[in-house]
């Protein structure tokens, strides 16, 4: 069954820091991996895609690595900002006999400050 | 652009009461999924449609029971509601069960029981 770990679980940063959020997974055997920002009691934006084929994707400030075969996945942020203070969560798009439903596995959660 | 519509937004219901939570996809769209999030836990898999057959299955109790219309819009419909089954429901849509595409997720439907 696969798991999804984050960490940390919180992190409080001055504004203006790069920062790195991690996410690992216990399967590797995966088609995709999301990473997505949920503001309190809120739905979910989905923030970038990575499919099993690639390394990384970049969106803006925003910059996400996927390493498979060690079951990895970092979302880099550049210049955060207070804005960016929400919950990230990662969740993987599990292969299974070949054919995958498209569910996601989700972890736990980061929950991010920034302060200003 | 379009994106995934849910209704309602929120709802109050009595314990042992009936719930019904509807979802559009985004147009052109054709896999639903419907996941429920309890307070302070990440989203969990309830279940999946796929051109209006479920397509998957995950820890979704047997008092629920969802379906996929012809225009695949989908709902999601529980029975003898439990103090328990507070939590924030999602749907996401995709195009086709094409695994490398992009889930994306309605506003949320934030169910509480009393």
């Known amino acids: 069954k696969q798991e999804v770990t984050q960490i940390p679980a919180a992190l409080s940063v001055p504004e203006g820091e790069n920062l790195v959020l991690n996410c690992s997974f216990t399967d590797s055997a995966i088609y995709n991996l999301q990473w997505f920002r949920q503001d309190p009691g809120k739905g979910l934006t989905s923030l970038l895609l990575i499919q099993s084929s690639q390394r990384e994707q970049t969106s803006g400030r925003l910059n996400a690595s996927l390493d498979k075969s060690s079951g990895r996945s970092t979302l880099y942020i550049a210049a955060s900002q207070p804005g960016d203070s929400a919950t990230y969560l990662c969740a993987v798009t599990q292969a299974a006999g070949g054919t995958s439903y498209g569910k996601l596995t989700f972890g736990q959660g980061t929950i991010l400050t920034v302060h200003p | ?114």
């Open chain 2, 1 to 114: 652009a379009a994106g995934v519509i849910q209704s309602p937004r929120h709802l109050i219901k009595e314990k042992r009461e009936t719930a019904t939570l509807k979802c559009y996809p985004i147009p052109r769209h054709d896999t639903v999924y419907w996941y429920q999030q309890g307070p302070g836990q990440d989203p969990q898999f309830l279940i999946s449609f796929y051109e209006k057959m479920q397509s998957d299955k995950g820890s979704i109790p047997d008092r629920f029971s969802a379906q996929q219309f012809s225009d695949y819009h989908s709902e999601l419909n529980m029975s003898s509601l439990e103090l328990g089954d507070s939590a924030l429901y999602f749907c996401a849509s995709s195009l086709d069960m094409a695994v490398n595409t992009e889930a994306f997720f309605g506003q949320g439907t934030r169910l509480t029981v009393v």
